[in-house]
């Protein structure tokens, strides 16, 4: 993998190259690909603030958000194995899209094949697979667009775990499922390995094993494992209008058992794949409420879903599975499971203590 060298020193060429800000520290210069929803790319990039110290040298993981103009190559963000160690793809539409441009899928490919990292999460999974296996189907059309640069199926059709997509409420739908984390060789969840661990759920597919014979494939290791089936844990329906809303059939998913998380390998680069959402908060406890979007219009309108209820854990709370992933594809310490959190903003009147103003902004 190459990194762009700030401070030159000859002890450097015995060391991995990442990218050097100052003697002593490294940075990991992630792209975050932009989302249609700008919020799904902002929760990722949020996460990703932080930083670390390991046998004396600090980590610090630097996000930019980059667009489709960057990953086809223009531009000074440019995805390049120079500019960056790691290319996130989020949970959103737009990317099956934008991959339909062979120049795209290639640049992404090149990028992971020479060494950069991949971690897709969501609909980034199922774009760095080998697919969907039904025979016809919407998801066909996705079909045409995907990386092939994980060796695993996609087990996640548009009227079944699709509608906890399509039916929620984003900021309050999502519910929360257990995933087991068995012991592997892959340390993202050192620490962990037999237990369970709460992440959201919005819609992600089952992997389960295919059978590519890409040469630069690798071993497929499973990360974690969907410990509960979604439509157990918040059952969701499809609505009917006749002379008043009615329930017209559940919503059912079958992928309890199947991948939650994976990691492996193309070409030089390591990849990571996340089903559910570890940049969201999460809750525990609550139930599923579903509701029409606008009650007084009668059969012209749609039924979406909150969970209602619980206690929400912190912003925070599973963040450190998406930093010990990055850390992992961009060859680089696993970082400690903190729920450390930053957010630096410009106050809108002054600078604030306790909810008191302190000093007020003037504006010249």
Not at 270 to 292: C, D, N, Q, Y
């Amino acid at each position: 993998m190459h990194y762009r060298i700030v401070v030159i020193s000859l002890i450097f060429l015995l060391l991995p190259t990442f990218s050097y800000s100052q003697e002593g520290s490294i940075e990991i210069k992630v792209a975050i690909y932009d989302s249609i929803v700008r919020v799904y790319t902002e929760e990722v990039e949020k996460a990703l603030y932080y930083s670390w110290e390991e046998n004396g040298t600090k980590y610090e993981i630097v996000p930019v958000v980059i667009g489709r103009e960057e990953v086809i190559g223009k531009g000074k963000n440019s995805l390049t194995n120079e500019n960056f160690d790691v290319f996130i793809v989020s949970g959103s539409a737009r990317p099956y899209f934008d991959a339909y441009d062979f120049k795209w899928r290639l640049n992404v490919k090149k990028f992971v094949e020479n060494g950069g990292g991949y971690i897709g999460i969501c609909g980034g999974a199922n774009l760095a697979s080998m697919g969907f296996q039904e025979k016809l189907s919407p998801n066909s059309i996705i079909n045409a667009s995907i990386l092939k640069i994980a060796n695993v199926y996609d087990n996640d059709q548009q009227m079944q775990e699709w509608q906890y997509l399509w039916k929620s409420n984003w900021q309050h739908g999502l519910p929360p499922i257990n995933v087991y984390l068995p012991k592997t060789k892959n340390p993202i969840f050192k620490g962990f390995y037999g237990t369970y661990r709460n992440i959201r759920y919005g819609g992600g597919p089952g992997m389960y094993p295919a059978n590519s014979k890409d040469k630069k494939c690798g071993e497929v290791i499973p990360i974690a494992i969907y410990a509960e089936e979604p439509m157990e844990v918040a059952p969701i329906h499809f609505w009917k209008w006749r002379n008043g809303w009615e329930i017209a059939a559940n919503v059912t998913t079958d992928i309890k058992g199947e991948y939650a998380a994976i990691a492996t390998t193309y070409g030089k680069g390591r990849i990571v794949l996340f089903s559910p959402h570890p940049e969201k908060k999460t809750f525990f406890g609550g139930h599923v409420e579903e509701f029409p979007v606008r009650p007084n219009a009668g059969p012209f309108t749609w039924f979406i879903y909150n969970w209602s209820g619980g206690i929400p854990s912190e912003e925070s709370y599973n963040w450190w599975i998406l930093r010990r992933a990055v850390a992992w594809v961009a060859h680089a310490p696993i970082p400690p499971a903190s729920n450390i959190a930053i957010s630096v903003w410009k106050p809108d009147k002054g600078i604030y203590f306790n909810r008191r103003e302190i000093l007020p902004i003037l504006d010249f």
